[in-house]
């Protein structure tokens, strides 16, 4: 392997690592709607909810630079340009991960100063890590680009992908530098946020995550990299052109005119549309040519992750951006409904995916099969999916009950928490959040014993 492929093994360690860590936070969070008293003085809710939603960042953020480094080496034909640094910083990187969680549990809070901002929480969500550690991604996400960039300076070798990779990096690198600023007026503030969650969490992470499944449908289904390739423009051409504009759906609610709920309604809906039409054109293609694939549970994952994010991110995200559902939607458990289904199928499977195809070579097995990564498939995505419906039976309570009759008001919310649909509503998700917990396991046991509890499974092709 190329030095470049052993950091990629150890970003994708590092991923389910924290992945397990967000499953555990998310089910603390989860038990706290339905008993408030839980971890009363020991841990406040809101501080599982950070520890649930970052570490959720930042393992798919660690799963998509383990990807990259995997398949660019091959693209490239040679070990990547400055790869000693990023070995470092990988280090740098996980440890930094593992202060910040320590901080957030032991510490809490700070004082609204500086040094809160510096050291302890600088009270943006999706962004709370403290100022030191945001700048450590940055230096991080420099040097990724660095590797990427200087290799194709070096080799001169182009590809359709790896200039769509590039370009993505710009974004990717200076969209987070709007975590940094300390904006005192709060309409302001929430303006740039919503460029860096949205632009960066949304719009170049589904560049990436297209470039990431552009690859594995080369490796996997031998899809021709001209159908990739045309995707990928698609993609970005929609990207660009839509979302931006889908950005709008946020600004209603920050005081800008009445407009931009429509226009950010209708365009948000289109970015999934391109990894959708590459996936299935590509399954189409292989069809033709008597498609036959070596690795079930790497094509199950990616089957998972194209439509998961044209339901999740597209059907789930224009259904709740509508200016007329959007009154009475905005900040309820619909919108976690939405971000639960979006996150998952629009990014964690495609992750999954990779790490199939990666075992595959790691174990040198002709076949990847068997009956554990079902179990494990069956559960984590049935347990996503009974999530995002109770979450969403919850939000219809709360736009019912507390803003189109009760009108917003204080007692309207109160009604609105009590209601049987909304705590039913969080019972369920909390018993599918278990569901989801087991599929975890299961997934895990499979990806470290995977051609070595059943011997037979590397032969079962050569055997057919």
Request: aromatic letters at 16%.
């Given at each position: ?80 340009v400055g790869i000693k640094l ?32 510096w050291f302890i929480n600088q ?342």
């Amino acid at each position: 392997m190329y030095r470049s492929q052993k950091l990629a093994l150890k970003y994708l360690t590092a991923a389910i690592t924290l992945f397990g860590i967000m499953t555990v936070a998310g089910l603390m969070s989860a038990y706290y709607y339905i008993n408030p008293d839980f971890l009363f003085g020991i841990l406040h809710f809101n501080i599982a909810k950070i520890l649930h939603i970052d570490t959720m960042i930042i393992w798919l953020l660690m799963g998509f630079m383990g990807a990259i480094y995997w398949f660019l080496p091959e693209e490239f034909g040679r070990e990547l340009v400055g790869i000693k640094l990023a070995e470092i910083l990988f280090y740098v990187f996980f440890g930094a991960v593992v202060v910040v969680a320590v901080v957030f549990i032991v510490v809490q809070y700070g004082n609204s100063d500086e040094t809160a901002l510096w050291f302890i929480n600088q009270g943006r969500k999706y962004v709370e890590a403290p100022r030191w550690a945001a700048i450590g991604v940055v230096v991080v996400m420099a040097v990724f680009a660095y590797n990427v960039i200087g290799t194709a300076y070096v080799t001169g070798k182009v590809s359709g992908i790896t200039a769509v990779l590039m370009v993505d990096l710009v974004p990717l690198l200076v969209l987070y530098l709007d975590a940094f600023p300390a904006i005192s007026n709060m309409s302001a503030d929430l303006f740039w946020w919503w460029w860096l969650v949205h632009l960066w969490v949304e719009a170049t992470w589904e560049v990436l995550i297209g470039c990431i499944m552009a690859w594995s449908l080369m490796q996997l289904l031998g899809t021709s990299r001209r159908i990739v390739e045309t995707w990928l423009y698609i993609e970005v051409a929609l990207v660009l052109g839509t979302g931006i504009l889908g950005l709008g759906h946020h600004y209603f609610w920050i005081g800008a005119p009445s407009y931009w709920l429509t226009i950010g309604g209708l365009f948000s809906a289109f970015e999934p549309l391109p990894l959708l039409g590459m996936v299935v054109h590509a399954v189409y293609d292989a069809g033709t040519h008597h498609m036959k694939t070596t690795n079930r549970p790497a094509f199950y994952w990616l089957m998972a992750e194209a439509f998961g994010n044209f339901l999740g991110g597209g059907v789930w995200g224009f259904m709740m951006t509508l200016p007329q559902v959007n009154l009475y939607a905005h900040g309820t458990q619909w919108t976690v409904s939405h971000g639960h289904f979006a996150f998952w199928g629009a990014y964690a499977c495609g992750v999954l995916s990779v790490i199939y195809l990666v075992i595959q070579k790691l174990r040198s097995l002709t076949q990847v099969d068997g009956a554990l990564w079902k179990w494990s498939f069956a559960a984590l995505n049935l347990g996503l999916v009974g999530m995002v419906g109770a979450l969403l039976v919850s939000g219809f309570a709360q736009a019912f009950i507390e803003r189109a009759i009760g009108g917003s008001t204080h007692d309207a919310f109160i009604a609105g928490q009590s209601s049987p649909w909304f705590v039913e509503g969080m019972v369920t998700r909390f018993i599918f959040g278990l569901m989801f917990a087991a599929g975890y396991v299961a997934l895990v046991w499979d990806l470290l014993t995977i051609g070595k509890r059943a011997p037979v499974l590397a032969t079962a092709g050569a055997a057919e």
